[in-house]
């Protein structure tokens, strides 16, 4: 089965440049996203087609895919991003899930 | 505007059965894929079933032959029938909307609903 890798956990200080990366066999010839997860709420999508974003999504938010490897940039990162990171895959029949990553803005 | 309800979680005992419900609104369920995604309690998204426009039904293998995914166009509503239930199904369970064509991606998600099996 297809399997998609992130680091645990990425950190960040405020005002600088969070990039979260997502590996797997040839990702780059699939379609990547990403959702953020605050504690106790749902996952919101973030970026999907591999740098689109969502209405409502700030700007600072961008991705990019090529080769093996998935990322998810945040400019300018703000205490608010603070929050677990997950890319997600489509394959042949089924979605696949990175196992996250936490985002820590100190 | 879109929404999602799921409800139907509870506490059950292991081998017992359960059913969960997406009520769906603004947008018709059966038109569109939609998925149920899990999270035990710490872990990270699980994907666990999707069910295709075309009726076309998928499952993860953690759940393969326990798990039912179904839909009631009449109530524009999502269903997981879950049996035969384990220990490590305890989770948060997510009804999805899964954008497809280009790209496959899950545009909307419900609150969530969680599912606890314990003695």
């Known amino acids: 089965s297809y399997e998609l890798t992130q680091p645990p956990s990425v950190s960040v200080s405020p005002g600088q440049t969070a990039s979260i990366t997502c590996s797997g066999d040839?990702?780059?010839?699939?379609?990547a996203c990403w959702y953020q997860q605050k504690p106790g709420q749902s996952p919101v999508l973030v970026i999907y087609?591999?740098?689109k974003r969502p209405s409502g999504i700030p700007e600072r938010f961008s991705g990019s895919n090529s080769g093996n490897t998935a990322t998810l940039t945040i400019s300018g990162t703000q205490a608010m991003d603070e929050a677990d990171y997950y890319c997600?895959?489509?394959?042949?029949?089924?979605?696949?899930f990175g196992g996250g990553t936490k985002l820590t803005v100190l | 505007e879109v929404q999602l309800v799921e409800s139907g979680g509870g506490l059950i005992q292991p081998g017992g059965s359960l059913r969960l419900s997406c009520a769906a609104s603004?947008?018709?369920?059966?038109?569109?894929?939609m998925s149920w995604v899990r999270q035990a309690p710490g872990k990270g998204l699980e994907w666990v079933s999707v069910?295709?426009?075309?009726?076309?039904?998928y499952y993860a293998d953690s759940v393969k032959g326990r798990f039912t995914i179904s839909r009631d166009n009449s109530k524009n509503t999502l269903y997981l029938q879950m049996n035969s239930l384990r220990a490590e199904d305890t989770a948060v369970y997510y009804c999805?909307?899964?954008?497809?064509?280009?790209?496959?991606?899950?545009?909307?998600w419900g609150q969530g609903t969680l599912v606890t099996v314990s003695s």
């Open positions: 997600q895959a489509w394959d042949s029949t089924y979605v696949v």
């Open positions: 999805a909307r899964v954008i497809t064509g280009t790209t496959y991606h899950l545009d909307y």
């Open positions: 087609q591999d740098s």
């Open positions: 603004g947008f018709t369920v059966s038109s569109n894929y």
């Open positions: 069910i295709y426009s075309g009726g076309s039904t």
């Open positions: 040839k990702l780059g010839d699939k379609y």
